[in-house]
Every structure is written in structure tokens, then in C-alpha cells.
């Protein structure tokens, strides 16, 4: 604490000061006496003049510094005269004006504080060199991960958790996992107690360490899950999961009241948002007009079947085969006789049994 | 040849994640192989520099019958398996023939094949032993300094530069303890001769005589004397140390212009630098004084009257409170519609 008073100086200043101030005509006298005046103030800045450029590098081109890299090229054609004349000088005073450049540049970087000292920050690099391996392909988050991020959570450095837990019971520190882990508390100790309405065979050594297992297993499936949910394989029996999904999905909004009103099964997921649209019971005359026409259409147009079978088309190369059961559709036709027969004598009986679409009265 | 390893416990996982590939790299490991035949002056020099690169470093201690540059023979295959082995992505290879003696080779990795190389050859070195002078600790990153503007036109002392800096340079880092640099390397080159000048490429095919014409390379390391001066700034002293070597450029080879595009490639730039001001300027995003990123949003002008607002029943002022006429004139609005 140093001792302030009302000058806003330190009692050690202060003394200063006044010495200072009763020197200061006893230099005056000292200067003029010697008439130094003239003399030593150029010298001293002469010299000042000196040190700075000592510091400074003067090029013809300067020279290209990196900071991120610590690196320094000089792109000025060497002299050759200073070359042939000493080689080891020259290439020293070559490097030793890169590194001051460099160094200068260096040492006006912004710092920040550290328990070692002052450290300063870098620049991000100018000169690029090659990588060794290829950059690292992103990672589909996890299931939790994705949550979070909808949700806004973020991860906090506060989760890191300790091996050592403090047990108020012992009053000391006892390890969270492993050998006497608090974990296994359950499994280890010496005492149990059973509740009454437990029946005979009831260990609890054993439910406690079933119960631990269980615990690991569920995290085992949820990695498991995770990583193939990464590497986007979907084997047999998860597609025809997704399938049976998407298909009891499909069901449950065919009906009415899009299935608020159904029985549930045991496993079924709940249907979030999708409500019945009730359009209002006064509407104008022409949209009702327009909504009905456009339904009919709808149902009357071959456009799904159209784009049904250009869909199978694309993708089984050989034949649409989704929309006509060829089969089905020949023996119908030839009445169980068979294709033979149909092509012999098929131009009679095509008028009786064509299949065409029953069109309504307008 | 290398099967992939699977983890079987905790620790070999945490092996195997290590060498995954990183945004930031770190320091390329180098594996000093010594050829069938090196001779005295390529020991030493090869152990100079392993000393300089500690402790990403690896020595072999047998020799091998290696030829980088002869495409023929399996030694790319070798020094493949070698860098999957040990990963590493640096090779130096030592080999003194008559008609080449103590040749250098550098090589370099890119995702487990050869990216480019370059051979040296070695006249006039100096060890650390014979300069009597303090040397820097080893592990410490070094200074840089490249002087000859060759460095920056003529492609075969570009990739020089580039291996050099590739293979002293340690690991990335974002700040750095000014009174830990201690060393220099400096290259540099001999003065251009004039047939390099006029041409700005050799555009016949690199004979011997190009390979001959190339200006020597000179390498030196110093120590740092940080001297005090009228400034912040101190004033830079050097005292030789360590390894002097003088090189001639031999053979090389480039890299495939595709596998370097792939090597050169960065990551995305992260939020935390964009708001730092770096990467291409983008419309409706800047930083403010306050050092946040702020964007903008554009969207079309709202038709105020056509807003729809939240339907309070209790505002509405109550039917029963209405009088007569009020309610005429609505049941009159409502027959209309």
C-alpha cells in the first residue's frame, strides 16, 4: 500500500520532486558553465537515431513475412559481390535482417496474458502447405444431439464429472466407478434390506447387479443404434419396421376423425398435429362448384395410374408390372382357354369382356 | 498390406481415434531411412536433422534397399505400408551412389500415397559438434527465413521451399511465447545465373545440364541474441549453431495435379472466424462495434390493414350493453350478406 497524499503523489515521488526542483537551478548554472546547451543534445539524439535504425531493415523489396508460420522470404536477388567475398557473413547477414523483420512483426502482435508470461496471439497462416490426411467428413449428429439443438441446450464444461464423489455417510471421497465404486454400493455391501412383500427367492445382490447390467445394456443398444444410424445402413428386419410404421400411419388418418378415435395398440407411436380440417359450412357458390369439379377429376383422371407405372417403370427396368396381373388378365379374357387361344380367336370375344371404366352420368 | 484394426478395448481405441484425421494437423512424423549404401557425412547428417525434429521423429535402424525415384521397383509401396505402420506422412531417404553421392530424398505423403519428392545432394555440411556455441532446446519451434526470389517463381525451388517448411515446421499453433523462439533456419541460394533469368521456364525437358544449372542452396541454423535497443522491439543478433549443409538439386517429383488440389484443400471457415472478419465478404452479415455478428433480413412491406391480430372476446364491449340502434343496424349488415 503505498502511503498517497492530497497531490496524488506517493511520499516517495514527492521527496523526488522536491529534490528534483532544487537541482533544477543548479543544472541550469551547470549547463550554462559548460555550454553544453549545443553539444550533447544532438549527440544524445544522434545516437537515439542510431538505436532505432538499428532495429529497422531497409530492402528494395520488402521482405514477405508469415507471422502464423514464424516465416520470413526474402525475394531480393542476393548480391553477388558480398557472396563471392564471404560466404558465411553474407548468408549471416542475410538471415540475421529476415529475422529482425520478422521479428519486429512479431513483437507488435497483440498479447494476451498467461501464468508463463505474455504470449503472443498469431495470425491465421498465409503460406498453405499440403495437408496428410484428408479433411474429416462430417458426422451426422446423434439422436441426442439433435434434440438438444432443437431444444437449445448447450453443452456446458461443467458435465465433466470427477472419479472421486464425496460420500456424506463416511464423510470422505469414494470413486464413482471401478474397484469399491459407488456404483456397485448396492452390490457390495454387507447388509441388505428386504422389503416384506418380497417373495422367498428374492437376492438382492442379484437384482442390484441385473439392474446395473441392464443400465449398461440399454447405453450399449443406444450407441449401437447411433452408429448405424451414422453409417445409414438400414438392414432387413429396420426396413420392414419403417414399412409396417409408415403403413399403420397411412391407416390411422384414412379414417374420419384421422384416427383420434381408434384403439391403440401396445407399441404404437402417438400422432402429433394432424387434425381434421373442417372447411366452413357457408362457402360461396363457385368455390363449392370449383372443389367439387376438381374432386371429380381427381378421381376420374388415370394420372396416378399414369405415374404409377412410370414409376415402376424406372426403377424394374423390364415391364410395368405393378399395374396389370398379365396372368389374371389372360385368362379372364380367354375364359381359362389360354393365351394360344386368346391370339387364335381374341378379335370376337374382345368386345364382351373388356375391362373399361364405368363412367357415371354427368 | 495393412489389414484394418479393429479395437478390442479401451486403449487401442483411443490409439486408433488419434490418428483419424484432424481439421488442424498436427506435425508430420518423419522416418529417417538410411539406403543401402550412406557413407559417413549422411549418418551425421541424418541424425543433425532427426535432432532438429525431435520428437516427431522416427529412425530405421536397418538399412533398406529403397529407390524412390526409380518407378519400377516397390518403393513406394514400401514407404506406403511404412507410413500406414508408423503414421507418419515424411520420409527422408539416404543413399550415396558413385554417380550420385550422399543424396537426400525427401518424400511426402498425402492419404497414404506419395504426393511429391525431391533429392539433394549434400556437399560441404558442418555439424553441431564442430560449432562450439549454446544450442537451442530441442522441440522448440524454429524461425523461417527463405532469401532468393527463386523461391517464389521457379517451380522446383517452390516445392523445395514448401517441403523444407513442411518438414522443420512443427505443429499449428495459434499463439506462442516470444521469449521461447530461440533458433533460425535460413535458406538461401547461391545468385541466380542468367540462363535461369531469361527463361522464365525451361521449356525443353529437364535435362542433367538444367539440373546442373540450378544455383546451389545453402543451409544454416543460428541461435537468436535478443540484444536491447532504444525500443520495444530488441535488436537481433545470430550465433551459428548447429547443422550447415550446402545442397545441389537433383531429381524430383511433382505432384499430381489433382492429389495436390485434394491436399490443398481447407476447412470451412467457423463462425468464430467469420466474425472475426475473416473469409469472402457476404451480403447482409457484418460485425458490429460490439465485435457480434449481426445479419439482416430482408422481407417484403406488410399490409397493415390485412394484419391479423389475436381475437380478444372480452374487448369486444358485451352484447347486452349495446343499445337498440346498434343492434338494428348490425341485424341489417348481417340480412345483407
Redesign the interface.
Known sequence: MRRVDCTGLCLDERMWFVQAKQLVPRFKVFFKHHNLSKMDVSAILASQIEKYQSVTVEKETPLEVDNGLLLVTDLNPVDEESYNENLEDHLQNLAREGVQTLLTSLFSLPTKPSPDGPLAILPPRIYQLPRAKPLPKPKPPTKWERFASAKGIQKKGSEKRDKKVWDEEKQDWVSRWGWGGKNREKEIQWLHVVPANADAEFDPRKAARDERKERIAKNDKRQQQNIARASGSTSAPQQRKSEIDTTLATTRISTASMGKFDRKLDGEKKMRGIKRKFEPTETRVDDEAKSSLALLSKMESDGKKIRMSSKTHSTEGAGGEGTLNVRKAIRFESKGRGGVALSRGGSSSRGRGGKKPMRGRR | MLRAVKAKNARSKRVLDAR????V?DA?TTIFVKGTHTGDVLNSVMKELMALKRPHAIAFNKKNAILPFDTSSTSHQSLEFWAGKNDA??FVVGQSTKKRPHGLSFV????GRV?DMLEVGIENWAGMSSFKTPKSTPGH?????????L??THPRFVQL??ML??FF?GE????????G?EH?I?V?????PSTLNTATLPTSGVTQDDTASLPKV?V?T?T?K?LA??????????V?MGPSLDLVMRRHQP?DSEL?K??????KLKKT?VERG?GKKKKNLEVDDMGDLRGRVHIAKQDLKKLQTRKMKGLKGGDENQDEDMEDSREVKRQKV
Open positions: 483419424l484425421p484432424k481439421e494437423e508430420r506422412s515424411m511426402r505423403m498425402y492419404d504426393l519451434k524454429p524461425l523461417m527465413h527463405f532469401a532468393s526470389e523461391f517464389d521451399k514448401s517448411v513442411d515446421n499449428e499453433i495459434d499463439s506462442i511465447c516470444l521469449p523462439i533460425v535460413s538461401s541460394c547461391a545468385p541466380t545453402h544454416r543460428y537468436i535478443l535497443s532504444g525500443t520495444r522491439i530488441p535488436r537481433v543478433e545470430l551459428p505432384a495436390w485434394q491436399a490443398m484443400k481447407r476447412p472466424e475473416l
